[in-house]
């Protein structure tokens, strides 16, 4: 099975390329360090070293709690972490700038990955979620490298599809492999597509252990002075084709009541900002660019986010926070981040990404639940007439996030006798 899946994904590699060059063509930053897909990176020098992969924007944010942990703990150990996007690559760099080696993970050739891990060489491995690449475990496996699959999560759907593949994926769970499971369920489930009990833990969602740097809040204090006491704000984050509209609808039955009111939003994919801008302007809405660096005008009705890394800002600046990804069909994104910065959270019905925490929050009453723009609308417009409201409820999402703290130091536990 192995033989086939290889040879499967050297036929495939050329085609993966061309879409990432086909994709450059909308945003250059497809084409940046191409070599690095092939394992081709800079060789680094001897050391001490852990590598982390984290696939996208949102697992690298996952992460950094971990990396941060981990340069407090083994500051003697320098760290390489990896990503799949270009805007997961765009948000390492922007969290830890030259601390931390960023490049591509390869594609799961063997070559690849035999010449990535030549060039890094790790004593470690901490894999975020649930990257079951063959060739990344079977080279890690010949190296009798300790991998770490963390915070990881894995649908009864899923089980499925794994189990219909049979062998390839139960031989990936060598003596090397350590599973650091999500929840008890999730454990379950990698135990029965082949990990190995004993070696298959139950830790928490790291999520929870976000930390929120001081400068966010400081960030947040100069753009909230630039804008009139009076206009109430509210931020549209992570948003994707087809939700942006429905939440200009809600903005525009919002602003029916409150016409001073803001709306700062925030597409997911920075090559998308372009087209949002044309969507806005089709719509006739008044807007700025964040990209321009100049204040909203007072009859501007949207503030577009269109660069990266600002979006906790945004967030802390807010008097409430819809999460996208959630109204339209794509899982939902990180609920956390507005939840730990004390904002009232708002989302739609799509939370396959992470259901568990979606229904711990609106357990505690720390999530509203949407279902179109005019639901949108009428939470909003309840929040902005109610601050006592807002306070109870953002002082909710945040104590939830609060008295679940703890997984990163489990996961480094199972982490520690490896380094």
């Not at 270009?86 to 960023?102: E, I, K, N, Q, W």
């Not at 976000?210 to 006491?229: C, G, H, T, W, Y």
């Not at 996030?401 to 199972?414: D, F, K, W």
């Amino acid at each position: 099975m192995h033989p086939l899946y290889s040879l499967l994904v050297r036929l495939l590699a050329p085609a993966a390329l061309a879409v990432v060059l086909v994709r450059g063509f909308r945003d250059r930053a497809y084409w940046q360090a191409l070599h690095e897909r092939f394992g081709f990176g800079r060789v680094l020098p001897a050391g001490r070293r852990i590598w982390v992969h984290a696939v996208s924007m949102g697992e690298v944010g996952a992460a950094a709690a971990i990396v941060r942990a981990l340069r407090v703990q083994h500051p003697e150990c320098p760290l390489v972490l990896t990503t799949a996007t270009p805007t997961g690559r765009a948000r390492a760099h922007a969290l830890f700038g030259t601390d931390v080696d960023v490049r591509y993970l390869p594609y799961d050739l063997p070559g690849s990955m035999r010449r990535f891990l030549q060039r890094t060489e790790p004593i470690a491995a901490i894999v975020m979620e649930t990257e079951l690449w063959p060739n990344l475990f079977t080279e890690c496996a010949r190296r009798k490298l300790p991998l770490v699959l963390a915070n990881a999560r894995l649908s009864a759907k899923s089980v499925a599809r794994y189990r219909w593949v049979g062998a390839l994926f139960r031989d990936l769970f060598t003596a090397n492999v350590t599973i650091a499971a999500q929840t008890a369920e999730d454990a379950a489930r990698f135990v029965a597509i082949g990990a190995k009990p004993e070696r298959t833990h139950v830790v928490g969602n790291v999520k929870f252990d976000i930390a929120i740097d001081p400068s966010v809040a400081a960030a947040a204090q100069l753009f909230k002075a630039q804008l009139p006491a009076d206009r109430p704000v509210w931020v549209a984050g992570s948003t994707h084709a087809g939700e942006e509209e429905q939440v200009l609808d809600a903005h525009a039955r919002l602003s029916a009541e409150f016409p001073r009111a803001l709306l700062i939003l925030a597409p997911r994919h920075p090559n998308r900002f372009d087209s949002v801008a044309a969507l806005l302007t089709r719509r006739g809405c008044l807007f700025k660019r964040r990209s321009q660096r100049t204040a909203p005008a007072p009859d501007d009705q949207v503030l577009l986010a269109d660069t990266v890394g600002e979006l906790m800002m945004f967030y802390a600046s807010a008097e409430a926070a819809f999460v996208g990804g959630s109204l339209v069909p794509i899982g939902g994104h990180n609920l956390l981040e507005p939840a730990a910065l004390g904002v009232p959270v708002l989302a739609g019905p799509s939370d396959f990404n992470a259901p568990e925490i979606a229904a711990l929050l609106v357990r505690q009453g720390a999530l509203l639940r949407v279902a179109g723009a005019p639901e949108l609308a009428g939470a909003l417009a309840g929040l902005f007439s109610d601050p006592g409201e807002r306070q109870r409820l953002g002082a909710i999402a945040r104590a939830t996030v609060e008295v679940n703290r703890g997984s990163v130091a489990q996961l480094l536990r199972l982490v520690e006798p490896m380094i």
